[in-house]
């Protein structure tokens, strides 16, 4: 299995424990930058939210009970600590800058210079 990142994303969380919990709930704003060979992929992004699908590069991978509660898996819960850190949150869109290769967006919950995986119109919005 591959996966490559398509960008970076720039938040004002400078550490994962800075971050909040469940981004959505929240107003912080952050910019998802979109590498070059991937710029097309912004084109008539017109959706009023989005979901980041973003790697916790900075997680604990080896984490697979709650510190809260042990009785629980890290599969019942959102937290970005498990074997493959993959994460989901959906940002209400700010602005798409195609041209610039970004999108601000406003509800973000991860580090500064998280990995970006994916950007998918929410399921609102999507259109296919």
């Not at 800075?18 to 959505?24: C, E, I, N, T």
């Not at 990995?115 to 998918?120: Q, T």
């Given at each position: 299995?591959?996966?490559?990142?398509?960008?970076?994303?720039?938040?004002p969380?400078?550490?994962?424990?800075?971050?909040?919990?469940?981004?959505?709930?929240?107003d912080?704003?952050?910019?998802?930058?979109?590498?070059?060979?991937?710029?097309?992929?912004?084109?008539g992004?017109?959706?009023?939210?989005?979901?980041?699908?973003?790697?916790?590069?900075?997680?604990?991978?080896?984490?697979?009970?709650?510190?809260?509660?042990?009785?629980?898996g890290?599969?019942?819960?959102?937290?970005?600590?498990?074997?493959?850190?993959?994460?989901?949150?959906?940002?209400?869109?700010?602005?798409?800058?195609?041209?610039?290769?970004?999108?601000?967006?406003?509800?973000?919950?991860?580090?500064?210079?998280s990995?970006?995986?994916?950007?998918?119109a929410?399921?609102?919005?999507?259109?296919?």
């Open positions: 299995m591959q996966c490559d990142p398509i960008g970076t994303v720039s938040t969380f400078e550490t994962t424990s800075d971050a909040p919990s469940q981004g959505f709930h929240d912080a704003e952050g910019v998802v930058r979109v590498d070059e060979a991937y710029a097309a992929g912004l084109s992004f017109d959706a009023e939210s989005v979901v980041v699908v973003w790697w916790a590069d900075r997680a604990d991978r080896s984490v697979l009970t709650l510190d809260r509660d042990p009785s629980r890290v599969f019942t819960s959102r937290s970005p600590a498990r074997p493959n850190p993959v994460c989901l949150t959906e940002c209400r869109v700010v602005a798409v800058d195609v041209d610039a290769r970004t999108m601000t967006v406003r509800g973000v919950d991860m580090a500064d210079g990995p970006v995986i994916d950007l998918k929410s399921l609102e919005d999507r259109r296919d």
